[in-house]
């Protein structure tokens, strides 16, 4: 079968890309607010663009139709043009996943995820402690496309300094895979790892 | 340990990039040259951008120095501002994966790859006929992120036409995962199916 994008409802796309374009790396995106507010969420429309310069693309989808709905990572990175992209891995996965759930702008989601803050050293968003991988950003470009539910922007984030667990890393310095234990979401509460598909649970 | 990306040769970002951000969903990407040759090759810096419009990016980077290393792929979107993403999954990766070299612009690498070619509806890139899900895409932004090696492109592509199996969906018309049967890159060889990993060979 065949379909024209713009002659259906938007979730009914949604549904399509999340549930075709798999398996998704997850970016875990630090971020501060003006007040100084620590905010931290997945994001699993992510990946690398390019080494030189270092940089990264992921894409928070504005929901709703409500003006709460422009995501708090976004709002912060317009504001501060500053993030940290902590990669989702095997260890900390259901505390990412539990950071998914929507929360008032002035929670402390680090605190609410369970995890610890450690200070970046070129950004002033900290960074996830638990995350063996983290890559400071500054915003490079921000893609807008659009302002209708379904809609949203492509945040594009030049890395300067990059993180990584020592453990990760073998004799030449090259992160082994099994170390790193890398997991992609493949379904609202399926993820995959390196020994197959394993579910989590939002604890509300 | 931590390290500054511009202050180390690009190879060794992109090993980074490649080794921690995983698992990335493949895009084989079908596009016609000016002279009506038939390109296709797989990219894994991929990913959903927006239901609406419905959006997805991908990015063909640039390796070395020479004129030639501008990717067919990109040259093709830029000339024509058309392409066509076809999802890769478990029953042609191997297709994919071959289609990875580099071949001469003139080459008809869908004969290469030993796929077919179906028409497509609003685009003139044919999609490939095997692959259970295809999004025909209108170039939407091109983004340049500079012209050295380890440099690149972000390609934005908004969706006109999905095409999507019969034999996916379930009643309700939703794609059934077990039936996609999604495949993820995770290493130069290496993919993480729902089943685990898998290796395939390149062979020339």
């Known amino acids: 079968m065949n379909l024209v994008p713009s002659e259906r409802p938007w ?3 949604y549904q399509i890309l999340i549930d075709t374009v798999l398996p998704r790396p ?3 995106v630090s971020t501060l607010g003006l007040d100084g507010e620590r905010n931290l969420a997945p994001f699993s429309f992510f990946m690398p663009v390019t080494a030189r310069p270092m940089t990264l693309a992921f894409a928070p ?3 709703g139709h ?3 709905v422009k995501k708090d990572t976004l709002r912060n990175i317009e504001a501060s043009g500053e993030f940290v992209v902590n990669v989702v891995t095997r260890r900390h996965a259901d505390a990412a996943h539990h950071s998914a759930h929507r929360l008032p702008i ?5 605190e609410r995820a369970g995890v610890s803050a450690a200070p970046s050293i070129d950004v ?4 996830v402690a638990e995350s063996p991988v983290s890559f ?3 915003a490079h470009r921000i893609v807008d496309l659009g302002d209708e539910a379904g809609s949203g922007h492509l945040v594009i984030g030049r890395v300067v300094r990059v993180h990584l667990a020592d453990e990760l890393l073998d004799d030449r310095g090259r992160v082994v895979r099994g170390r790193l234990e890398p997991v992609g979401l493949v379904g609202a509460d399926d ?3 390196l020994d197959g598909l394993f579910e989590l649970v939002r604890h509300d």
Chains 1, 2 share one sequence.
């Open 136 to 138: 400071e950003c500054v």
């Open 66 to 68: 409500t003006p709460e």
């Open 61 to 63: 989808m504005r929901r």
């Open 124 to 127: 002033a968003p900290p960074r």
């Open 26 to 28: 997850i970016a875990w």
């Open 191 to 193: 993820y995959l790892g």
């Open 11 to 13: 979730q009914d796309i």
């Open 106 to 110: 002035d929670a402390d989601e680090f």
